[in-house]
């Protein structure tokens, strides 16, 4: 039987090797922590269907290798992204440091529109914090970004990055600021009742995510 949905998302999850970004994946589609991880060669592949505002959203998630000799190779990967998680660790000074570098990617090779959340990964380790939460919060903040801690490891705030970043999608397809139809938009109607009820600019849904 095949999976129903009202929205496909093409989400990225970028940022340096070693961050745990695969492990965040997992966590997200499998609840838990994968302890055997290794570097990703290219690019690893992942999906779930999640309920967001009352619509069943189905988020088509690609894990790209944080490594630089695989950059030309995930770089390809950009296009037509709707939204990306965007990995540092919190004990690693050198990955925050990266991040302009991944930004500038993003913003340049996906979609325009693209939706970003700035992701501080290993909050289980505070013991070695490195970057402060209030100078990611800054960097955030700069780069207009949605900013959120999370631990791979525990699970914490995994499931909320990719619903903060499905949340801000769907609501700017209701405001009319990004239109599905639109080719490299990132986002497939999977209900196609939906294209003939599409809301018109301005109405809006609470969003009960």
């Known amino acids: 039987m095949s999976e129903s949905y009202d929205f496909l998302f093409k989400f990225l999850v970028i940022g340096n090797a070693n961050t745990g970004k695969s492990c965040i994946l997992h966590q997200f589609i499998e609840n838990k922590f994968k302890s055997d991880s290794t570097h990703t060669i290219g690019v690893e592949f992942g999906s779930k ?7 069943s959203v189905k988020l088509q998630v690609w894990d790209t290798a944080g490594q630089e000799r695989f950059r030309s190779v ?3 990967y950009y296009r037509g992204a709707a939204g990306a998680l965007l990995v540092y660790d919190i004990s690693n000074r050198e990955s925050f440091n990266a991040l302009t570098n991944w930004l500038t990617d993003a913003r340049t090779l996906a979609s325009p529109d693209i939706v970003i959340v700035l992701v501080g990964n290993k909050k289980d ?5 490195e970057v ?3 100078e990611a919060s800054r960097f955030a903040q700069e780069n207009e ?3 959120l801690e999370t631990s791979a490891r525990t699970g914490e705030n995994v499931e909320e990055v990719f619903l ?3 949340r ?3 609501s700017k ?3 009319g600021q990004l239109d599905p139809e639109k080719i490299g938009s990132g986002i497939q109607y999977g209900d196609a009742s939906l294209r003939k009820t599409k809301k018109t600019p301005g109405q809006k849904e609470p969003c009960a995510c």
């Not at 380790?125 to 914090?129: G, H, K, S």
């Open 74 to 76: 995930t770089r390809s």
């Open 125 to 129: 380790l505070e013991a070695d914090r």
């Open 132 to 134: 402060t939460f209030l």
């Open 173 to 175: 397809i209701e405001t």
């Open 168 to 170: 801000s999608i769907l």
């Open 145 to 147: 970004l949605m900013f």
């Open 49 to 55: 269907v999640i309920n967001c505002g009352g619509k």
């Open 164 to 166: 903060k970043c499905a």
